[in-house]
Each structure stands twice: as structure tokens, then as C-alpha cells.
């Protein structure tokens, strides 16, 4: 099979990621953290799903302990200016 | 037979300084443990930035320990297998106005004295470190030997080498109770574990740990906030702070709005290795409020506009915060305590942990070792505290 890229923003493929579940039997948090996997442009937007069911498929199952992937503002990428603008409210 | 739940030593928390300590010691083929109560390196550790630096230091013991740091750190380059994005170009800082370049040509000359690698830049040398700096930057200075690592990368690399030399790694078991009669017994969420010695590297959290002994560590949790700019034109080479708030160090008062003050802002513009950029920084004490400040973030990105102008249309793709283990003369304490035989503490490094990490695991190896320490460690020890010694 073709290589099977799921975080487009850091080009991370399936391999990678099940590999490092593996090899570390880690949470999703440190497979990110390990892998850049989520930490693009996009925040994980785009990735944030199919991450947590490779988790779920590599691990067999809900891993009650397991650290969730966290959600960090701002929702969407803004510029520094936009940020810094006066009179924001 | 080595048992799974006992050890020698047992280090609590496996922030980098945990990790750092459990590399040395498992190193020196002293049977330990590291229990952490998530994963590794998943509290202040990875809501950080990766700056092992001199250039804000004060000269003397600070920039001395940072110094020794340093150089063990290129040397852990040769040793862990796990690359960890370190970097080695130096660092700079630059100067608002013409008053702070005054005192940085005073703050260079005494950092060259103390033999340390600094150098005054003037206003077209900072022009040539990035593109993107404002036309009115005076100027500033460098220090040659500074650097940059990944915090959590270095984590992973140290555990992963330190796992090599006989480390029995227990995450996700937070501590809820140590108590000590011939040895240590520590209970977790995760198992119970015994030790004849406790090294305390909890950070913000060892005041916690303390307590379970009658251990009253003073160390606060200070919040600073970073924000991530995504990837797009190559900003600068090396890490930037501004001078600014060295300023109070020479007891001369800084010049900045009241916001900027108010939430203890300071520029620090770091490239990393993944091409992204982090902004910081702020110092607030609120507890243990992780959550997001809009009005700290916008103050922080008008001070980075101050520097960087044109950065104006660069992304944000994200912000966080994380607890820097204050103390109150800024120092860490590494040190045994003397009404625990076998307890010690390596916390409280504030905003130095990632510089600090290497020397501050040597040292603790060292004292366990009964060696004699690389650096002295007496401005370091607990009991400054009750002695009313601290040096502000």
C-alpha cells in the first residue's frame, strides 16, 4: 500500500504513528509531542479524529488512563497584528 | 534479582529535571526509579521554551552554573541516541532605548570580565540578524555560547538512554503518600515502591511532596504564557530576549507601558527546529489558573510588534501556559534535607529548568555519590531559607 499520510500540516503518515504507539506505548499526547503528528498549521483540526482511532485500534481499546489531545486557542490561525490591535473589544 | 518496585533511589517527577537526574544517576550504575504521575515530560516541561542561556544570568554563581550546564549538555549530544533539536548559535538580546544600552555596555563588560563570551552589538548588527527588527533598535548584545534544545525531546532522549543504563521508568502513578521508617515508602495511584533514598523533582508540584514528610518547601508556581506563530518566512537564526527586564537587576527602573509591566512582559522571539516560532513571555502568580489570558496574549503581541514590526501578518496557530517553580531569590534548591536522612530536593529553577537541567542531575548524582560537586552547591541548599541567608 501507498504511504497513507494522516497530519498533512507536518506530513506525519500511518506508519510513523503507529510505529511510535508501539515502540513507546504512549498516549496520544506524546505521540504527538514525538511525532509532530497534530501540531501543524491546522492545530490537529484536521488530524485530531483519525489519531485518536489508530489509538484505539493499536491499543485494542479505550485506554481509561489515556491523556486526551487538548484543544489551544485561537480556533482558528490570527495574525500577530490582529492579536495586538487596540481596542480589541 | 533486582526487584521491580524497589530501588536505591527513587526520583519523583520526570519533568526535565527529573529526567536529567534519573540519566545521571542511572548512568553512575545506581539502581533507580523515576515515577511520574502522567507522562513524561507533561507539565511545565513542555509549556516551555528550549533556551540554555547565559545571556540573562547574573554574573558570578548564576552564570557559572549555567555555564557548567552547558557544557554538559554538548556533552549529553555525544551520549543519548534520540535526537533533541539542539542547536548552538548563540543568543541575543536587544535593547527599547538608549538608557538600556548604556547599562548593557556595563552588563558586557562585566560578563567578559567573569570570562564569559559576550559581545555589544550595535545597530546594524542587529539589522543583520533578522530582517524583520524595527529601524529604532539601538542595539544589543550576544552571548556566543548560549543554545537551544526541544524540552520534551530531550526528556524522551534522556529516559530512553538512562532506561539502557538500569532505570525502572513507572508513569501515570501519582504519588499520594511517603512516609519513611528504614526506607521510603511511596504509594501511587499505580503501586507502592520502595527506596532508601527520595529525590524530590516535582517542580511546581514538590511543595506537595514536601508536605507528605513535614517538608515545607517554599516554591510558588509562577504562569507564563507562549504563543506558537506558524510556519512561514525564516524570522531569525537564534533566540531574542529583550534587555528590558534585566533592567531591575541593576536596580534601574524599566521603561514600558503599564500593561506590558503589569503582566511582567517580556520579549522572547525563539525559532525552532520545526520552522515555527514561540513568542513569550509573561510572569503572573494566580494560582494554579492554566487557562489562557486574551489580555496577557495581546499584551505580549504588542511587545513583540515593538521589536517586529513587520511580523504584523505573521499566524498564530496557538497559545498555552505553564507553571514556572518560583522561588523567592530566584535560585533552585538542590540539596538534601537534614531532617529527612536520604530526602533530597532539586526544584524550584523558575523559568532556568530547561537551562539548568543537565547540571542540576549531576550534582544530584554527585551528592548521592558522596562526590565532590562540579559547582559549589551552597547558595543551593534548603535550609537558606530558615537561615534567613537568600540572597536577593
New interface residues.
Partial sequence: MDRIVICRCEEVDLEEIEQTLINYQCSMREIKLRTRAGMGYCGGRTCRPALNAILEKVSGEKQPHQIPLKVQPPVRPVSLGRIGETNYE | MTNKNHAEVAIIGGGIVGCAIAYYVAKAGIDCMLIEK?????GTS?RCDGNITIVDKDPGFDSLMSLASQELTAELEKDLYLPFEYRTQGSILVCDNDAEMEVANEWVNIQNQAGLKFKLLDHSDIRQESPYFADDIPGGLECETDSLINP??FC?SLIDRAKEYGLKLHT?AEVKQVSKKEEFLIETTNGSFTAKKVVNAAGVWAPFIGKMLDIEIPIKPRKGHI?V???QKPIIMRNVMEFGYLMNKFQRERIADPETLKHGVALVLEPTE?QNFL?GSSRQFVGFDAR?DFNV??TM??R??RFFPK??????????TGFRPWTEDHLPIISAVEEVPGFYIAAGHEGDGISLATITGKLIEEMISGKETTISIEPLRYDRFKRKVVHM
Avoid at chain 2, 502522567?38 to 507533561?42: I, K, M, P, Y
Avoid at chain 2, 511580523?311 to 498555552?320: A, G, V
Wanted: proline share 0%.
Fill in positions: 502522567g507522562d513524561l515530560a507533561s513542555s520534551y525531546l524522551y501515570r504563543m506563530g506558524g510556519r520545526s513568542i489562557v496574549v495581546q503581541a504588542r513583540a510588534l511580523l504584523d501578518d505573521f499566524n498564530i496557530i496557538r497559545t498555552y
